[in-house]
Nanobody, 115 residues
Framework: QVQLVESGGGLVQPGGSLRLSCAASGSISSSAVMGWYRQAPGKQRDLVAR???????NYADSVKGRFSISRDNGKNTVDLQMNSLKPEDTAVYYC?????????WGQGTQVTVSS
């Protein structure tokens, strides 16, 4: 079993920055992919960014150039640095680990971008 604990999030003004962190524990594959998804009210959960153990990354087009994902393989942590935040970034953000063909999710953390 894999457990994910997220931290960060909150309320920020447009143009501001936030950093989300996620710590994974349990039996995690050395080839696990870690990432962040988000879900706005009334919308589906969408990929924000993900990163492999080799450091290869994928980003949603809407966040390219503004968000940066990183991970510490030794500590099984993944961070999402979010800069130049926009109101449309408002959503619940979920940490995700894909390990041995199974998806694991954190409890979600609210990010609200508003003046």
């Amino acid at each position: 079993q894999v457990q994910l604990v997220e931290s960060g999030g909150g309320l920020v003004q447009p143009g501001g920055s936030l950093r989300l962190s996620c710590a994974a524990s349990g039996s995690i594959s050395s080839s696990a992919v870690m990432g962040w998804y988000r879900q706005a009210p009334g919308k589906q959960r969408d990929l924000v960014a993900r990163i492999t153990t080799a450091g290869n990354t994928n980003y949603a087009d809407s966040v390219k150039g503004r968000f940066s994902i990183s991970r510490d393989n030794g500590k099984n942590t993944v961070d999402l640095q979010m800069n130049s935040l926009k109101p449309e970034d408002t959503a619940v953000y979920y940490c995700n680990v894909l390990s041995r063909a199974r998806n694991y999710w954190g409890q979600g953390t609210q990010v609200t971008v508003s003046s």
